[in-house]
């Protein structure tokens, strides 16, 4: 018989703790993660078992209450079966409200008289951690404090259970259902393999928003109220997320928080650079948030010079080299295209050249092309234009994530370094 989402789920986390002798949930408050630690509660009483699992809760500082309320109190009602690993650390984080400051630290030192709230008690630090250093981002601690846990706990096999669903995002789609068997636990798509005997798992990666909440109501789960102040202030299911207030996707709510919650909203305006105008405009054409038209007199490559001339030197440089090293991608390289994308942009005349083979495994075909002011289709998001540009400069996104880039080399190289010191260790 056909199971539905909550079995299946079910099933899956009775194979995860039949194979992995160290197991831990990475809680951000949200409701998705919310589910995940609420399942494997679930299963350890129902199962009556003798062992404990890991909670990691990276506390990014500036957040609602209503999370900090709804972890304190998960973490204070689960003690007997949970080993918290609550983290204050000053890692780089991301941030959009700015053009000016392209990151910002939680729990910065140099900041300490700024800081919105006082830093929980009996949490791990920056000292805890003889991996950590100032250069590191948030997505390099994640990955780090598993080889470090998985040490700690002298484990053979660690899985970190990821409450990630692929309804929220095609990046998320994408982390699922990318296909690599020798990168997954037993050929198992809903694992993904952080390095040897630690592995990812997404058990409830096929959950809609609806199965989250049904499942709350069902069972009778805690869950963050946040969500009932999103309903009440007119958030639509879909949109209601709970992540750092200051990335990307969250520039269209940050307004959100005068209203839910403005005693948090009066310190955090003068923590972070650009917090006030981001929730002004966050959601207008003024950051690129709706169609943008082009200023008059302008093409959009003298438009992105324009932005580009106004820029701090530093911001500038960034953008510039990004540019650069888009420009000669799409030149020298080429990037994958499905034959539909293809044929229109020759039904638009642009000059391309199609090529037969790429190294990534994918079915569509290698183009290369030069940079063009605007492609009017579609896939306009993934084409190589001045236009696609400016809106990376509108929208403050310093790391270009519209366009498709992802982290620097330098940071990849710091990475590689810490993760093969790790590895040399588990050898």
Not at 121 to 141: A, G, I, L, R
Not at 224 to 250: C, M, T, W
Request: proline letters at 3%.
């Amino acid at each position: 018989m056909k199971k539905n989402v909550y079995e299946r789920a079910k099933q899956r986390i009775a194979l995860l703790f039949a194979e992995f002798d160290n197991i831990y949930v990475s809680f951000s408050g949200g409701k998705d993660s919310g589910v995940m630690l609420n399942l494997c509660i679930q299963y350890i009483r129902e199962n009556n078992l003798k062992r404990k699992i890991g909670v990691f809760h990276m506390d990014y500082e500036i957040q609602y209450n209503e999370t900090v309320k709804y972890v304190d109190r998960v973490l204070k009602a689960n003690q007997d079966i949970i080993e918290v690993y609550h983290v204050c650390i000053p890692f780089k984080v991301t941030t959009c409200t700015s053009m000016h400051q392209t990151f910002w630290r939680p729990w910065d030192s140099a900041f300490r008289e700024f800081w919105v709230r006082e830093m929980p008690p009996n949490c791990y630090t920056k000292e805890d951690f003889p991996f950590y250093n100032s250069t590191m981002w948030d997505s390099e601690f994640y990955i780090l404090f598993s080889h470090w846990y998985h040490i700690l706990k002298n484990a053979k096999r660690t899985c970190c259970l990821v409450g990630i669903r692929t309804q929220e995002s095609s990046h998320r789609w994408r982390t699922i259902h990318s296909y690599n068997r020798y990168n997954m636990y037993h050929s198992l798509k809903w694992t993904k393999q952080i390095s040897k005997n630690i592995y990812n798992a997404y058990v409830i990666h096929d959950w809609q928003t609806e199965d989250v909440w049904t499942a709350n109501g069902r069972f009778g789960w805690d869950y963050n109220r946040l969500y009932d102040l999103y309903y009440q202030a007119g958030v639509h299911l879909e949109k209601q997320r709970v992540a750092s207030p200051f990335i990307l996707a969250a520039q269209a709510s940050l307004s959100l928080y005068r209203a839910i919650d403005p005693d948090m909203w009066g310190k955090m305006i003068c923590r972070v650079n650009g917090v006030n105008f981001t929730a002004l405009y966050g959601n207008t054409n003024a950051v690129a948030q709706k169609d943008i038209s082009l200023p008059s007199g302008h093409t959009w490559e003298s438009y992105m010079y324009f932005l580009l001339s106004i820029l701090p030197e530093e911001t500038r440089l960034n953008y510039q080299q990004k540019l650069s090293v888009s420009i000669n991608f799409w030149r020298k390289k080429g990037g994958c295209l499905s034959e539909e994308t293809i044929e229109k942009l020759q039904a638009n005349g642009i000059e391309i050249e199609v090529l037969n083979h790429t190294n990534y495994k994918t079915n569509k075909y290698p183009v290369r092309m030069e940079y063009q002011d605007d492609i009017d289709i579609s896939e306009f998001k993934y084409l190589p234009t001045f236009k696609r540009m400016c809106i990376c400069i509108l929208r403050n996104d310093h790391m270009c994530k519209y366009m498709g880039f992802a982290m620097t080399k330098e940071g990849m190289e710091n990475r590689k370094k810490i993760m093969d010191f790790y590895r040399n260790i588990t050898a």
